[in-house]
Antibody, heavy 121, light 116 residues
Framework: EVQLVESGGGLVQPGRSLRLSCAAS????????MHWVRQAPGKGLEWVSG????????GYADSVKGRFTISRDNAKNSLYLQMNSLRAEDTALYYC??????????????WGQGTLVTVSS | QPVLTQPPSASASLGASVTLTCTLS???????VDWYQQRPGKGPRFVMR????????SKGDGIPDRFSVLGSGLNRYLTIKNIQEEDESDYHC?????????????FGGGTKLTVL
């Protein structure tokens, strides 16, 4: 059974940093691209970032480019999102999502339950 | 990159059928769209991908046969037949654009389906 478990969310002040993690199991992690997608309270989905199976291809939404960094550790079956210079508008539930292929293709066949990030003073 | 437009709400009676629409912006009629179901308080769940020729690939795990898709012009449709209480959810459509460092995924605003 595919499982994606996010962690690392919490309350953080504007301008500070936070690192999210996603622990994957139930599939061969290094065969697939992975993504972060967020959802602000009461709002729709917003893609944040994606990374190919070997970290050779990485993309970011314009809203986070230069502030967020996606990475993965295939030996630990884990995906990460380093979030710097956080803003109030980054407040959202952050989902880890598995791609259906090894390259970033954007068709997410499995999602986690999310970890909540709240940016507030 | 494309813009995806979805009506904010839809409703249907138990046992009836409903068709949800996701409309691509002009110039993107050849794009495929993914449909996702999000039940209250849960993470999204992949339903299926649709292009102008219909379903692309396979349905998501556990998606019943009552769910089907069609594509025409700029519109991508998700039809649910014999609606059940558990179908009450937010339905999101998404599409990818570009490649490499220019890759993005865009989502519509989502449609909240209410089962009457």
């Amino acid at each position: 059974e595919v499982q994606l478990v996010e962690s690392g969310g919490g309350l953080v002040q504007p301008g500070r940093s936070l690192r999210l993690s996603c622990a994957a199991s139930g599939f061969t992690f290094d065969d697939y691209a992975m993504h972060w997608v967020r959802q602000a309270p009461g709002k729709g989905l917003e893609w944040v970032s994606g990374i190919s199976w070997n970290s050779g291809s990485i993309g970011y939404a314009d809203s986070v480019k230069g502030r967020f960094t996606i990475s993965r550790d295939n030996a630990k079956n884990s995906l990460y999102l380093q979030m710097n210079s956080l803003r109030a508008e980054d407040t959202a539930l952050y989902y880890c999502a598995k791609d259906q292929g090894e390259t970033v293709a954007g068709d997410f066949d499995y999602w986690g339950q999310g970890t909540l990030v709240t940016v507030s003073s | 990159q494309p813009v995806l437009t979805q009506p904010p709400s839809a409703s249907a009676s138990l046992g009836a059928s409903v068709t949800l629409t996701c409309t691509l912006s002009s110039g993107y009629s050849n794009y495929k769209v993914d449909w996702y179901q999000q039940r209250p308080g849960k993470g999204p769940r992949f339903v299926m991908r649709v292009g102008t020729g219909g379903i692309v690939g396979s349905k998501g795990d556990g998606i019943p046969d009552r769910f089907s898709v069609l594509g025409s012009g700029l519109n991508r449709y998700l039809t649910i037949k014999n609606i059940q209480e558990e179908d009450e959810s937010d339905y999101h459509c998404g599409a990818d654009h570009g490649s490499g460092s220019n890759f993005v995924v865009v989502f519509g605003g989502g449609t909240k389906l209410t089962v009457l």
